[in-house]
């Protein structure tokens, strides 16, 4: 479309808005719902994300040490593991310190009783808290420890050192197992979706065209280019796009000023959240795929339906 097609083409568009508002706000509506979708799902998968990584920095391993172990040893298989790959972090927590623990997390299960009841002994091992980079590889990583030499010369039960690696290995295999699907039950309906909205607007723009065959035949007759023809069309699919986008954008918006506090609220064991970069990506990906949907949409419909 030339840029002295331009002002033509955006009169006309508004002119066949107001004449097939209907038709036009069917558009609208299906655009905004499709891209509202999207985005939802988008900055839904960020918030899960971020909710996922939460808990996924509380997956460690606790290697649980035997009482009667050499310091010397320890703290060389300490620094030993602190230089593997995917481990962040091997922090050695006392007897005394996991005792504590045990006391103030498990508070309402009556664990201050119980300990009192222990008359000063203290059954709780002392171990080393191993934190991952990537938690994903918690699996390898507490493989490579039970069968490590080093390992079973500390370990609380060196006839069984598997007993002494917890990491709760079947929760975290299904916490994987479950954030992956809906990573990607996330990505397939985002790519149905983007569809579904290319489909309607192309739907539309064809029967734009059906219902102006007669001008458009006209227009023909009296000389006119195949791209001063097409320039109303094309513009005519933008402009629905782009209020389609920039009503889904809006109520985006609202959704987040409204609703991510009080869930942020309720859920204030997760972290709950959207940075800031992201719903700005976000919004900025909503016009651009709403634009490109309206004039890919618009030129197809064309290149099918309208013999210029």
Known sequence: MAPSNFGYSLREAGHHFRRNWSTALGAVVTIFLSLFIIGLFMLGS?????????????????????DDANQENVDALQKAIQGWGDVESVTYKSKD???????????????????????????????????LTDPQQVSTVADKLIADADFKAVCDDPDNPAASVQYGQETVERLFSVTNYVRIIAIVLVILLTFVAFVFINNTIRLAISARRREIAIMRLVGASNGFIRGPFVMEGALEALIGALLAIGA????????????????????????????????GLLLVVGVLIGLLGSAIAMRRYLKV
């Open 46 to 66: 960020s918030v899960l994300t971020n909710m996922v990584g939460s808990v996924e920095d509380k997956v460690t391993i606790q290697a649980f040490l035997s």
């Open 97 to 131: 310190e996991a005792l504590d623990e045990y006391r103030n997390t498990m508070s309402n299960k009556n664990a201050a009783a119980a300990v009192d009841a222990l008359d000063g002994q203290n059954p709780v091992p002392a171990s080393l808290v191993i934190k």
């Open 252 to 283: 985006l918006q609202l959704g987040i000023s409204f609703l991510l506090p009080k869930i942020e609220e309720s859920l204030q064991f997760l972290a709950v959240s959207l940075d800031p970069t992201v719903v700005a990506a976000t919004y």
